[in-house]
């Protein structure tokens, strides 16, 4: 369950984080292409962000972010939703989160 909010105005975001071999890059990121353009469709997707840094190995660090109108509808969304979680694992079963984050986005 998300928590309530303790400020006047809000919008609710999850964050994954997770480490990319090199050799999985090109399908996570076009399969991340797709994935934003399938989630934005949801009722009450406002973004859906992604953030990478280049490690020294080549492998790639991946930071992203869903951003929605209410705490239900992210939700909704975590429990039935097609989760970048859940792309991972159809990429391959070893692809996971190193952490997961549900928060308030303030600004």
Not at 13 to 31: D, F, G, R
Not at 81 to 105: N, Q
Request: charged content about 20%.
């Amino acid at each position: 369950m998300v928590a309530t909010s303790i400020l006047p105005f809000v919008s609710y975001s999850s964050m994954t984080e997770t480490v990319i071999p090199a050799a999985k890059w090109p399908t996570v990121y076009s399969s991340l292409q797709a994935l934003k353009g399938h989630v934005q469709e949801y009722p009450g997707c406002q973004g859906f962000d992604v953030f990478v840094r280049a490690e020294g190995d080549g492998d790639v660090l991946v930071n992203c972010y869903t951003t929605w109108d209410t705490a239900g509808q992210l939700e909704v969304f975590l429990e039935r939703g097609y989760t970048f979680e859940r792309l991972l694992a159809d990429i391959e079963s070893g692809l996971g989160p190193v952490r997961s984050l549900v928060m308030e986005k303030v600004f």
